[in-house]
């Protein structure tokens, strides 16, 4: 468990000053400070040492040297864990909105890893870059942990200690039930996250975060009134680098949201609005030149990858790979998809059906839809993805996917009317791909987001097929504060009439938690009762399981 005094000073760290102590672990607790701590750097009480020579402590390094206002004004975050390591986040700044002292100065700063909230049991302590290249972000990978446990963590820079921050690593096999939570859209002016504070306080190993973390929007006409005053966009809508940055710093600014980082590791993909709305490869909303468009998604990856908790290294090129695979023991196989980077422009060839509130985007199953070279993921990224699920030996393979999976025909007709925005505008490669899983696996489960509404569902290759058999199974998570169109709202309990695959629908705010075991998946709906309140109560109001071996939801049970 313990990364050795010699890596340690491997890693540049002579200026340790004082011994720690190993004691008890107390690994179970889940509690959390709330307040900011400022602590000396460089000392640390000296207790009896319970260590031996075999296991020398880890030394407290030194801070590095700083004068100014607490650097960590955005919190920190965990993510990507695996058996034996976790990506450790913080971004300095010390008034994100206002521009910071940090200016063209690399930066470092300590980082502590202990067994304990009270970091008695210190396992690391070390120093990690900052650089002004990277807008002073550190994502730190931090090795040598043990498989299946939970660690704190903290940052330090000059006189200033982050707040005590809590992660975890995976096991390494087995079939532990993992608590899982997943969510998305959380745009700025829809609502508060008081979704967040209550993920944060509750239960979980993981959290998947599955698109539209910021928007890209200029200020709306309206914004929710919370204590801090209007939420509002601050700027027009985001193009380049530094908007995107002080958009990330915007939203990161909300505590809540900050204390939900710091309860648990995040496992995170990027959707539409990371860039620009409904945007297909280089395609964008409002016919920017290809070029041009270019120049802002690289941008737009930038700051991405800035402000996430990622193991990925900073993007080089004009294109920026993060589908990539978590592994929870044997029991789940986590694969995270990027479907917008990789898209072939959405379907122009099926009859537009006009419905008020949903847009443009609504369009009679067509030619272009329903071949299967028209794709989403891009031919790389389904090789692999196919390749993962072959070679899997997990009970469950599950898609950590933007738009939903299980179609929607909006407005029966002669052929459905879908969002061609969804997997319903890339029906024929959906078709192949769910044949193609489900041939490797028989406990495919895909989580998705992006509609600003809930859905438990049954998965068939072709959705609107419903004779043919249900080979997988869904769940669409709400967002945390995103709006589901007011003026779509009457039409809510038709989805389902029209939609037998869509088992449950529910257009309110919250998020969804999965207890994952190795005989059954049970997925509870959590609904907060107004997301225009910080304060707002949550309660689980459906729950739902699936059976291992038996493709789609098995029961069904409503609290209202
Ligand atoms: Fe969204």
């Known amino acids: 468990m313990y990364i050795s005094r010699r890596s340690l000073l491997a890693a540049g760290l002579g200026t340790a000053v004082a011994g720690c102590t190993s004691s008890t672990d107390d690994g179970s607790s889940t509690t959390l400070p709330s307040d900011e701590s400022t602590v000396a750097s460089t000392t640390t009480e000296s207790t009896t040492s319970t260590t031996t020579a075999a296991t020398p402590a880890p030394l407290l390094v030194d801070a590095p040297a700083y004068t100014g206002d607490i650097p960590f ?29 940090f200016g063209a100065t690399d930066h470092q700063v300590a980082i502590d890893v202990a067994t304990n909230q009270t970091f008695e049991t210190l396992v690391y302590s070390g120093l990690h870059d900052a650089p002004a290249a990277h807008d002073h972000s550190v994502h730190a990978i931090i090795d040598g942990l043990a498989p299946n446990s939970w660690y704190w963590y903290r940052f330090r820079l000059g006189e200033h200690t982050s707040r005590t921050a809590r992660t975890r690593t995976l096991p390494i096999a087995g079939d532990d039930p993992l608590r899982l939570g997943f969510s998305s859209c959380q745009n700025w002016e829809s609502g508060q996250y008081a979704a967040h504070r209550h993920l944060a306080d509750a239960e979980l190993d993981l959290f998947v975060w599955l698109g539209d973390y910021i928007y890209e929007y200029g200020p709306g006409n309206g914004g929710v009134v919370g204590s801090a005053g209007r939420r509002r966009h601050t700027t027009p809508e985001v193009t380049d680098l530094s908007g995107y940055r002080q958009r990330y710093a915007l939203y990161k600014s909300d505590p809540d ?78 694969h995270i998809l990027d479907g917008r980077q990789y898209r072939d422009p959405q379907p122009s060839d099926g009859e537009a059906v006009p419905i008020p509130g949903a847009g443009e985007g609504i369009r009679r199953l067509g030619p272009t839809a329903r071949d299967p070279q028209q794709s989403m993921l891009g031919s790389a990224q389904r090789t692999w993805l196919e390749e993962e699920v072959r070679s899997s030996t997990a009970v469950w393979n599950v898609l950590g996917n933007q738009v939903y999976m299980h179609g929607l025909d909006a407005f029966p007709g002669e052929s459905p009317a879908t969002n061609i925005d969804t997997w319903d505008g890339y029906h024929g490669e959906r078709e192949e791909l769910l044949t193609s899983l489900t041939k490797e696996s028989t406990n495919l489960v895909v989580l998705s987001g992006d509609f600003h509404a809930s859905t438990a569902a049954d998965l068939r290759a072709d959705p609107f097929d419903f004779d043919s058999q249900v080979i997988a199974t869904e769940f669409m998570a709400p967002a945390i504060s995103s709006a589901f169109p007011s003026q779509l709202r009457p039409l809510a309990p038709l989805v389902a009439q029209f939609n037998p695959q869509i088992r449950h629908f529910d257009p309110d705010n919250g998020y969804m938690t999965c207890e994952i075991t190795a005989d059954t998946w049970t997925t509870e709906l959590h609904r907060l009762t107004d997301v225009t309140d910080e304060a707002s109560s949550i309660s689980v109001v459906a729950r739902f399981s699936v059976r291992s071996g038996t493709p789609g939801i098995n029961t069904i049970e409503v609290f209202e």
Do not use: K
């Open 73 to 101: 004004a955005l919190g920190t975050a965990s993510g990507d864990p695996d058996a034996s390591s976790v990506v450790l986040w913080t971004r300095l700044s010390s008034r994100p909105l206002d521009g910071d002292a």
């Open 257 to 334: 949201l900050q204390a939900h980082h710091e309860a648990r590791p995040w496992v995170v993909t990027w959707d539409d609005h990371e860039i620009d709305n409904n945007h297909a490869g280089l395609i964008s909303q409002d016919g920017q030149d290809e070029q041009e468009f270019l120049a802002r998604r690289r941008a737009a990856h930038q700051a991405w990858w800035e402000n996430m908790p990622v193991r990925l290294g900073s993007p080089q090129d004009d294109v920026f790979e993060i589908h990539r695979t978590l592994q929870w023991g044997n029991l789940v196989d986590l």
